[in-house]
């Protein structure tokens, strides 16, 4: 990544930032998922709005030992540039970030192995380009008591930063110095378990011990400049989703937060588990401060649905047809799922049977999206999307399946095909994120 293209993200990052504290109403959304169609939609938002946008992996996405995308790092990057010279979006708008960086892939291993990895992780999205990176300790690890201390939260994320910034110091010329988000209230990756109940906002309180906590520990770890990197603090806003509900938005829970936004160092609040929220509660969390959000879930949510749909549609038009070998995509995921249930036993698997194959389809928490690279799955969805594009699809049966992209179809907006399908239905919640953040020309 040059040092051009970095500092331009950077400059653009920088500045919505600044301006949310400042009082403006602006924000970005960070889209943090490795799935080549979210990610194709996510860049044709950036070239509609003439913005910038921030895509992150999270550590169970791509990390060193590929992940469950079997992506390094270095591979990401290069495999979002690729999309980017696709699409048309300029390198130099694209922020590239790590979200969740910390032990929690490894976190059945002892607390100072899985730290370790995590830390070969740090160095690995370093040595890449990433320009952002969220040090997420939170989680506790084999040994570890059932919850950990913010001192011990603080020292393990340092210990994280230490490693990035001695790697970053090895191309000092050509390598982005990182930006930083830190916190110890950090919501579960990926949504509540199963009947969870609503989360508790941050306290004022909290947010004091925690920068208090991360300061020691950078400090001590000789990371001043670094301090002065971080730029958001996770924090709890009360907006979350579990398996079958979502926690909506709610001011008043937030006040003090919106009241206090600390000084030193320079920071706004990063939202988690943004997913589902309504454009309303949306908007009025830019206000409160919380210039970042972060939104994965509902974007595969919406691939699945579109797939889904597709689905119906090919069997409404080559169901009769002989010749045509139907694709078997839900069947085909459905299977993986069970053949590997590491993935979603721990957020359904006390259901029964019949509520857990609902679940495992469609619930917010959309544990399916682990699946999709499955070379099983990813073969019925090619010949899903082959089938469909052997000729026109008629728009009698767009209208049944996609009735929104049908009438933009009809008007010459949308082209009225199953990629095209497929892209529109992700935007749809894109731009709902990029309408409450006021992206729209803000590339700076």
Same mark, same amino acid.
Request: glycine share 6%; charged share 20%.
């Given at each position: 990544?040059?040092?051009?293209?970095?500092?331009?993200?950077?400059?653009?990052?920088?500045?919505?930032?600044?301006?949310?504290?400042?009082?403006?109403?602006?924000?970005?959304?960070?889209?943090?998922?490795?799935?080549?169609?979210?990610?194709?939609?996510?860049?044709?938002?950036?070239?509609?709005?003439?913005?910038?946008?921030?895509?992150?992996?999270?550590?169970?996405?791509?990390?060193?030992?590929?992940?469950?995308?079997?992506?390094?790092?270095?591979?990401?990057?290069?495999?979002?540039?690729?999309?980017?010279?696709?699409?048309?979006?300029?390198?130099?708008?694209?922020?590239?970030?790590?979200?969740?960086?910390?032990?929690?892939?490894?976190?059945?291993?002892?607390?100072?192995?899985?730290?370790?990895?995590?830390?070969?992780?740090?160095?690995?999205?370093?040595?890449?380009?990433?320009?952002?990176?969220?040090?997420?300790?939170?989680?506790?690890?084999?040994?570890? &008591?059932? /919850? +950990? #201390?913010?001192?011990?939260? %603080?020292?393990? *994320?340092?210990?994280?930063?230490?490693?990035? @910034? !001695?790697?970053?110091?090895?191309?000092?010329?050509?390598?982005?110095?990182?930006?930083?988000?830190?916190?110890?209230?950090?919501?579960?990756?990926?949504?509540?378990?199963?009947?969870?109940?609503?989360?508790?906002?941050?306290?004022?309180?909290?947010? &004091?011990? /925690? +920068? #208090?906590?991360?300061?020691? %520990?950078?400090? *001590?770890?000789?990371?001043?400049?670094?301090? @002065? !990197?971080?730029?958001?603090?996770?924090?709890?806003?009360?907006?979350?989703?579990?398996?079958?509900?979502?926690?909506?938005?709610?001011?008043?829970?937030?006040?003090?937060?919106?009241?206090?936004?600390?000084?030193?160092?320079?920071?706004?609040?990063?939202?988690?588990?943004? #997913?589902?929220?309504?454009?309303?509660?949306?908007?009025?969390?830019?206000?409160?401060?919380?210039?970042?959000?972060?939104?994965?879930?509902?974007?595969?949510?919406?691939?699945?649905?579109?797939?889904?749909?597709?689905?119906?549609?090919?069997?409404?038009?080559?169901?009769?047809?002989?010749?045509?070998?139907?694709?078997?995509?839900?069947?085909?995921?459905?299977?993986?799922?069970?053949?590997?249930?590491?993935?979603?036993?721990?957020?359904?698997?006390?259901?029964?049977?019949?509520?857990?194959?609902?679940?495992?389809?469609?619930?917010?928490?959309?544990?399916?999206?682990?699946?999709?690279?499955?070379?099983?799955?990813?073969?019925?969805?090619?010949?899903?999307?082959?089938?469909?594009?052997?000729?026109?699809?008629?728009?009698?049966?767009?209208?049944?399946?996609?009735?929104?992209?049908?009438?933009?179809?009809?008007?010459?907006?949308?082209?009225?095909?199953?990629?095209?399908?497929?892209?529109?239905?992700?935007?749809?919640?894109?731009?709902?994120?990029?309408?409450?953040?006021?992206?729209?020309?803000?590339?700076?």
């Amino acid at each position: 990544m040059s040092p051009n293209m970095s500092k331009s993200g950077r400059a653009w990052l920088r500045g919505i930032l600044d301006a949310n504290r400042n009082g403006q109403p602006v924000g970005l959304y960070s889209v943090c998922s490795a799935h080549p169609s979210v990610l194709r939609a996510a860049m044709q938002q950036a070239l509609d709005d003439d913005s910038g946008l921030l895509i992150e992996s999270t550590s169970n996405q791509v990390n060193q030992f590929g992940g469950y995308t079997g992506l390094t790092p270095a591979q990401f990057v290069a495999f979002l540039r690729s999309i980017a010279q696709e699409v048309g979006l300029s390198l130099e708008r694209l922020v590239i970030g790590s979200d969740h960086l910390g032990p929690y892939p490894w976190r059945a291993e002892a607390g100072e192995i899985a730290v370790e990895k995590a830390c070969a992780l740090a160095r690995a999205c370093a040595l890449a380009g990433y320009q952002k990176i969220h040090l997420d300790a939170s989680m506790p690890c084999g040994g570890d &008591r059932p /919850t +950990l #201390d913010d001192e011990t939260v %603080a020292q393990r *994320a340092a210990q994280i930063c230490a490693v990035a @910034e !001695r790697a970053r110091a090895e191309r000092p010329d050509e390598l982005p110095a990182p930006l930083y988000v830190i916190g110890t209230e950090v919501p579960v990756p990926g949504g509540e378990q199963s009947g969870a109940r609503g989360p508790q906002a941050t306290t004022v309180e909290h947010i &004091r011990r /925690t +920068l #208090d906590s991360f300061q020691t %520990a950078f400090f *001590a770890q000789g990371l001043h400049d670094p301090w @002065e !990197r971080v730029i958001g603090l996770v924090v709890q806003s009360g907006a979350d989703f579990s398996d079958a509900k979502v926690f909506d938005y709610d001011p008043e829970k937030t006040s003090q937060l919106r009241k206090y936004l600390p000084e030193s160092p320079a920071l706004v609040y990063e939202a988690h588990s943004t #997913d589902y929220q309504t454009p309303n509660a949306l908007g009025k969390m830019v206000q409160d401060h919380f210039a970042i959000f972060k939104v994965g879930p509902w974007l595969t949510f919406a691939y699945r649905e579109a797939v889904f749909a597709l689905s119906a549609m090919e069997r409404d038009w080559l169901g009769n047809n002989k010749k045509t070998r139907l694709s078997a995509v839900i069947k085909t995921l459905n299977a993986a799922m069970l053949r590997n249930p590491v993935h979603w036993q721990g957020y359904f698997g006390d259901q029964d049977e019949a509520m857990q194959s609902v679940s495992r389809q469609f619930s917010y928490s959309d544990r399916c999206r682990y699946y999709w690279p499955d070379p099983a799955v990813q073969r019925e969805v090619d010949l899903l999307l082959r089938n469909l594009s052997s000729e026109e699809i008629p728009l009698t049966l767009i209208s049944q399946h996609f009735p929104e992209q049908y009438d933009r179809i009809r008007t010459g907006e949308l082209a009225g095909t199953p990629e095209s399908l497929i892209a529109h239905h992700i935007r749809k919640v894109l731009t709902i994120y990029s309408s409450s953040c006021r992206m729209r020309n803000t590339s700076g």
